[in-house]
């Protein structure tokens, strides 16, 4: 029999063994969740190992061949004794690739593996940005069902004011009208918020799994500091995407010395042991051969293949030139863009903080006296309530728009 003070004692097992963000999810918990065996990090992981397995083993000479062997054995009665050309061969042949294709082919998978790392690292920030952008979202409707909740309840005492005063005679039956409907639009308002946060809460889920169902935490999310922004163009040439590129152009520069190796003749060295059977005329053995031979590639027609794989090889390296240069414009605009809209938020969020939330509550405030004392009519109360409803919602989205930015420049400087 289980005794009060066993469970007691399980209940607090669990509550140390339960992680933090069992009960309320900040974004750090989120993102040390979803960088746990990402798979789209890890597949680049897995790739610049290969490489650099490939970098080793580009190295190495090919394996030798081994020739084994009889010559001449005659088919009218298979004696190998018979025939003093009869031979059994043994030999081994070795192959040397062209000039040094085998350190400019180890070179260029060792780049490769450099292009995948910075892949790799450009994925985690990604992920990163990704779930800060989800989560934000996600924040934001998550707050907004607690502004409209509180608003609610407002709107419904608004309701029973205007019915107690159309019962003494002192409004008309319209006001009640206006404010039911006015209640019910919040109501509808409410839904549609639930709804987003659905929507925000599985896209988590592909990221955190089950965590995603989670409340989160009422702090407002942290972000790391921002970089200095004073020098855009030498903060982008940092940027995982713009490095993963650069090693393409060199892996492709390499890929043109490995076409002109083939200007260069393919070397093979021969050695083969040849046994002979039977006796001479004169009763003695047959002496034993030895045989070496050196085999090479004579490159003289070079116009239509090697010439033109020169070219080829050129061509794609002119080609990752160029789509270095359109991801470099292309984050300059993500930089020049997310940087604006920052800078454009922070104004708007400082004008809301300090102007707009303390005027639409006095204001609300003073609507409300004054519908209380007969000075003004219910119309201009409710819009009076509307109007800081919506002050409220619009300074909570103008921080979460400039977190979001926020965020979106970590990604573009390469910060995490």
């Known amino acids: 029999m289980v005794t009060p003070g066993q469970v007691s004692v399980s209940i607090c097992l669990l509550a140390v063994l339960m992680p933090s963000y069992a009960l309320a999810l900040t974004l750090q918990q989120a993102e040390q969740i979803a960088l746990q065996d990402d798979p789209a990090v890890a597949v680049f992981s897995a790739r610049a190992d290969a490489h650099q397995q490939q970098s080793i083993a580009a190295q190495t000479l090919p394996d030798p061949q081994l020739r084994l062997g009889v010559f001449n054995l005659p088919t009218d009665t298979f004696d190998i004794e018979q025939e003093p050309s009869t031979q059994l061969r043994l030999g081994v042949q070795q192959m040397f690739p062209r000039g040094n294709s085998r350190e400019i082919s180890a070179q260029q998978q060792r780049l490769q593996a450099q292009a995948t790392r910075q892949l790799a690292t450009d994925a985690r920030l990604r992920l990163l940005r990704d779930v800060r952008v989800a989560f934000l979202n996600l924040y934001y409707e998550t707050q907004a069902t607690n502004i409209i909740r509180d608003s609610r309840a407002l709107f419904k005492q608004l309701v029973s004011i205007t019915q107690d005063r159309y019962a003494s005679g002192r409004a008309n039956q319209q006001d009640v009208i206006r404010a039911s409907l006015e209640l019910s639009r919040l109501d509808d308002r409410y839904t549609r918020i639930l709804g987003m946060q659905d929507q925000y809460r599985a896209e988590l889920m592909q990221w955190l799994g089950d965590y995603a169902q989670q409340d989160l935490d009422e702090a407002f999310p942290s972000l790391p500091e921002l970089p200095a922004l004073d020098d855009p163009d030498s903060l982008i040439t940092r940027h995982p995407l713009i490095r993963a590129e650069h090693a393409a152009v060199d892996a492709e520069k390499t890929q043109v010395d490995m076409a002109k190796q083939e200007y260069s003749p393919g070397v093979s060295a021969f050695v083969e042991y040849r046994e002979?059977?039977?006796?001479?005329?004169?009763?003695?053995?047959?002496?034993?051969?030895?045989?070496?031979?050196?085999?090479?590639?004579?490159?003289?027609?070079?116009?239509?293949?090697?010439?033109?794989?020169?070219?080829?090889?050129?061509?794609?390296?002119?080609?990752?030139?160029?789509?270095?240069?359109?991801?470099?414009?292309?984050?300059?605009?993500?930089?020049?863009?997310?940087?604006?809209?920052?800078?454009?938020?922070?104004?708007?969020?400082?004008?809301?903080?300090?102007?707009?939330?303390?005027?639409?509550?006095?204001?609300?405030?003073?609507?409300?006296?004054?519908?209380?004392?007969?000075?003004?009519?219910?119309?201009?109360?409710?819009?009076?309530?509307?109007?800081?409803?919506?002050?409220?919602?619009?300074?909570?989205?103008?921080?979460?728009d400039k977190a979001i930015a926020h965020t979106r420049l970590l990604y573009v400087s390469g910060e995490q």
């Open 276 to 400: 002979r059977f039977g006796e001479n005329m004169d009763g003695s053995d047959r002496s034993d051969m030895l045989a070496a031979m050196v085999t090479m590639d004579i490159p003289l027609f070079t116009g239509d293949r090697q010439d033109r794989n020169v070219a080829a090889s050129e061509g794609r390296v002119n080609a990752a030139r160029y789509a270095l240069d359109d991801r470099l414009r292309g984050l300059k605009q993500q930089l020049d863009r997310y940087l604006a809209a920052y800078q454009r938020a922070e104004q708007r969020d400082l004008h809301y903080r300090n102007t707009l939330l303390d005027t639409a509550e006095d204001n609300s405030r003073g609507a409300l006296n004054a519908y209380q004392s007969g000075v003004s009519e219910f119309t201009g109360l409710m819009r009076a309530q509307m109007t800081e409803l919506d002050v409220r919602l619009e300074a909570l989205r103008i921080q979460v």
